[in-house]
Structure formats: C-alpha cells, structure tokens
C-alpha cells in the first residue's frame, strides 16, 4: 500500500493536521465578470456542412450553448444546489481532499446505514452523483427498497474540482485509492462498500486490491480491463460465429461484435482526447484554462458521443435527450472556476505508464464481493465471461437495458436499484 506525500514542497516533520472541515461552495461576482468577458470574447469556428459531430463539437452548437451560459444560465443559483449536501475538507498526504457526506435523514429504529464511496471519472465531477443521492440515501421516498439505505461519500479526485491537485509527479490509481481508503478511516468506517465508473472504477478495484478486508463489495459500471490474454483473442476469432464455445451470450454478441469489426477506425476516431492527455496533457491544458468555450466544448463532446455513439449523427449531439444544459454546464463550471482541467487531464499520464499492463495492480486478481452494471452504450462492452478473469467472485452481472458512461446522472435509478440489488445479496450471504 506503501504511502505518500504530494503537497508543495519537503514533507513537514510534524503531524498532518487530520481535522475534517466544513467546506461551502462560493459564487463570487469577480468570477462570474471574468467569465462572461472570457465568453464576449468567443471566436467559434466554421464547421463544414452536415458534418453534425462527426469531426467534434460544432461551432454552431458551440454558439448557442455560450449564449445560454452567457444570457440564463445561473451559477449562484446552481452553487445553491451544489450546497444542498454537505461539503467537508481534509488534509491527506499533503492534499486538501474535498469530498461531499450525506447521511440518510430518516432510518428506522435498528436499521443501520450502509457506507458507500462513490468515486467519478473525467470528464465528469461528484456533482454526477447528485441525482443518485437521494435515491440512495431516502430509497423509500423514491420506490425503491426502504430495507437497503446507504449513507454516501463522494470525494473529488486529487486534481479535480475542489480537491487540491497534486505537487509531485506519480499520482496514479494507486495513490488515489490510498487517499480514499485513509478518508474512510477518519470517517469512522473500517468496512464499507465502493462504486465506480471510468477512473473510479480503477481506484475502486485498486482499492479492493489493497485492503481485501475493509472492502465489503465492489459495484462497477465499467471495467478498465487489461492483460485478457488468450481468453480475449478467442472471444475476438470465434465470438461472432460460435459464442457457445468461449462463453459468450447472444448480447455480449450483439454489444462485442460491432465494435470489433470496425475497432482500429472506432479506436482511432474516440481516443485521440487520450494520446494527448497520457502524453502532453498540460499542453492542451493551457488552452482550456484559458477559454470557457474551449473548455465547455472540450468535455461536452463527451458527454454527448459517449452517453451514445449514434449522437454523433445528430445536429445537436444530442445532449438534452439525457441531461439539462443546466446540469451540463454546472459540470464544466466544477472544472472552470477551480482551474483544475489541465490538473485532471494528468491522471492519464500518471497512470498510463511503460509499466502500467505489468504493474501489481494490473497482474493480481480482485477476490472482493462483486457487482457489475453493464450498460449498452459504454465504451466498451466486458463480457461476464471475461470480467472473471480479473473478478473472482462476481455476485451480480446485469446487462442494463439502456445508457452509457455517465450512469449515475443519465439513468440514476437504473443504477441505484442495480446497487442495492448487489448490496442485498452480499449482506444475505
């Protein structure tokens, strides 16, 4: 697990301060003056005609959504809404970690709460939990079972939003996980229950990794799978033809075989945001520091191609069919007015290291209770046949019937009936 230290500077002699502080978001008008003229500003590029988002974000589009954030949309208004939950801060190896911790406000007498870290992703913020929350917090109060009741911790990544990002070279998964394992500790829970997608589903496993005995169970809306071996390459030669003889269902055919078939074009046309952030990520970060539209451009295209590939083909992206402009730009505010875009972006090169297939965490196998929610259109689809090479003890596997990367706000009760599920059967057995 070994440990670190990643604040300004020679670690102090003296004991870190290991107070957990209120923290409250702030709206200030200088913010709000310096974003508006940033926006005033704007030069938007030409796109070409009925390209629609085949070539990014369209300037067309770009323009409308500067003129929403520019004319009606409302930060003080969204920063209420930030601080509906309870905000705190602490000190850990160095790094002022921010985190959100929101307690069922109705349990019945001997009914206890069930602690949940729910780690984000890039290009997403804690505020993707928001609509999750209280469907995991007041279950009852939404149709779900009052019987599973989670008390929810949502900590920013170092680096991102209103955590402090990292002063020193080689703060990966590994580090992160370490942090998040400690935060829990000072909360008071030696044994608890993770969830995650994108880069929280990688410090969740790695997390599970390291303290096997403080994980009760592990929920994961995407694997970042690596090393799949020869099982892998039969899935790829015979899937399509004969599923039967490496384990492969009629869906994982349906969701497997598409992205195959075209994979070094699919491969090529979505990853070129990751050789950039994995090798040069300040370089760009430069840019979407300096420019909100940049910025907002930049992390919806995300949002819209991989909520659903087939966005792509449409003029709008298609980003009000799953979120409100509202909660899309509030996402990019987290990262505008914290300045942390480029500090987010260096988790890729942290972790995509010459070693990173080989590493410890790459080569040992997860043993905790696990829960996998398999969305039609993540990024990519990990058959269950395959998840056991790396989860050993996978409890529950449910294909979803639809959404994609960003779960917990596109279809968040999807996801929360699908972690209590999980939660149920691990706490039976």
């Known amino acids: 697990m070994g440990d670190g230290w990643w604040g300004s500077g020679e670690r102090p002699q003296k004991n870190e301060d290991a107070r957990v502080r209120p923290f409250h978001i702030e ?4 913010d709000n003056k310096d974003l508006h003229q940033r926006l005033d500003r704007t030069r938007y590029v030409t796109p070409l005609e009925e390209a629609q988002f085949h070539y990014g974000f369209p300037g067309t589009e770009l323009q409308k959504i500067v003129s929403y954030w ?3 949309y409302d930060w003080g208004k969204q920063v209420e809404t930030l601080n509906r939950y309870p905000h705190y801060k602490t000190t850990i190896e160095g790094l002022d970690v921010h985190f959100v911790h929101v307690k069922p406000p ?3 007498p ?5 602690p949940l870290l729910l780690v984000h992703g890039w290009p997403g913020s804690f505020y993707e939990f928001y609509r999750i929350i209280p469907l995991l917090t007041e279950p009852g109060k939404h149709g779900l079972d009052p019987k599973v009741t989670f008390e929810v911790i949502c900590p920013s990544i170092p680096g991102y939003g209103f955590s402090e990002a990292p002063h020193k070279q080689g703060f990966d998964a590994v580090a992160a996980a370490r942090i998040f394992y400690k935060l829990m500790l000072r909360l008071g829970f030696s044994q608890f229950y993770l969830q995650g997608g994108d880069w929280g589903s990688l410090i969740t496993t790695t997390l599970s990794q390291m303290r096997p005995e403080a994980v009760k169970g592990l929920h994961l809306n995407l694997l970042l ?3 799949r071996g ?6 790829i030669l015979l899937g399509r033809h004969l599923p039967w003889l490496v384990g492969l269902t009629r869906e994982d055919v349906r969701r497997l075989f598409p992205y195959f078939e075209k994979s070094v074009y699919a491969v090529l046309r979505e990853s070129g945001y990751l050789h950039i952030q994995a090798t040069k990520p300040d370089t760009v970060g430069a840019a979407l520091n300096d420019s909100p539209a940049g910025l907002a451009a930049y992390i919806l295209e995300k949002f819209s191609t991989w909520t659903d590939p087939e966005f792509r083909k449409l003029e709008d992206g298609g980003l009000q069919r799953k ?3 509202d909660d899309l730009l509030t996402n990019v505010m987290i990262y505008w007015v914290t300045g942390s875009i480029a500090s987010s972006m260096r988790f890729y090169k942290e972790n995509f290291t010459r070693d990173f297939e080989t590493s410890p965490a790459a080569r040992t196998p997860v043993y905790v209770p696990t829960g996998i929610a398999a969305f039609p259109s993540e990024l990519v689809h990990v058959p269950q046949v395959l998840a056991k090479e790396k989860y050993k ?3 529950t596997y449910t294909l979803m019937p639809r959404g994609g990367h960003f779960a917990a706000l596109e279809e968040p009760e999807l996801l929360a009936r699908d972690i209590q599920n999980f939660v149920s059967k691990v706490e039976k057995k």
């Open 27 to 30: 709206a200030s008008e200088e």
């Open 70 to 72: 520019r004319g009606e």
């Open 106 to 108: 109705h349990l019945p």
């Open 110 to 114: 001997g009914q206890k709460a069930v």
């Open 225 to 227: 799978m690596s090393n």
């Open 230 to 235: 020869l099982r892998m390459l039969l899935c």
């Open 323 to 325: 979120f409100s402009m």
């Open 393 to 395: 003890n996978i409890v």
